[in-house]
């Protein structure tokens, strides 16, 4: 069964930085595509940023120049570094992988609250 789970979640003050981490389990495969996207109460489920196989990347408007993602194939892991916090980037943060099948897969979330 394949998993991803989310680590590095937490509080922060309006300024900082956090750096997420997602390691994928129980799959042999790579995925074609890994990301991140989040929920913040009352809104919709949105795409922070995401990256290929390749290493081509997309940002939502946003987290441009203040979140960074990376991933490691050879660990089937991805990560996101978020700097110059700011209280909107409140939310759960929900680690996504798309296999070459088209097939999606999520990780159970890790919640990131920013004080102002």
């Known amino acids: 069964q394949v998993q991803l789970v989310e680590s590095g979640g937490g509080l922060v003050q309006a300024g900082g930085s956090l750096r997420l981490s997602c390691a994928a389990s129980?799959?042999?495969?790579?995925?074609?595509?890994m990301g991140w996207y989040r929920r913040a109460p009352g809104k919709q489920r949105e795409l922070v940023a995401e990256?290929?196989?390749?290493?081509?990347?997309y940002y939502a408007d946003s987290v441009k120049g203040r979140f960074i993602i990376s991933r490691d194939n050879a660990k089937n892991t991805v990560s996101l570094q978020m700097n110059s916090l700011k209280p909107e980037d409140t939310a759960v943060y929900y680690c996504?992988?798309?296999?070459?099948?088209?097939?999606?897969?999520w990780g159970q979330g890790t919640q990131v609250t920013v004080s102002s």
């Open positions: 996504h992988g798309r296999s070459s099948r088209y097939t999606n897969y």
């Open positions: 129980g799959t042999i495969f790579n995925f074609n595509v």
């Open positions: 990256i290929t196989g390749g290493g081509s990347t």
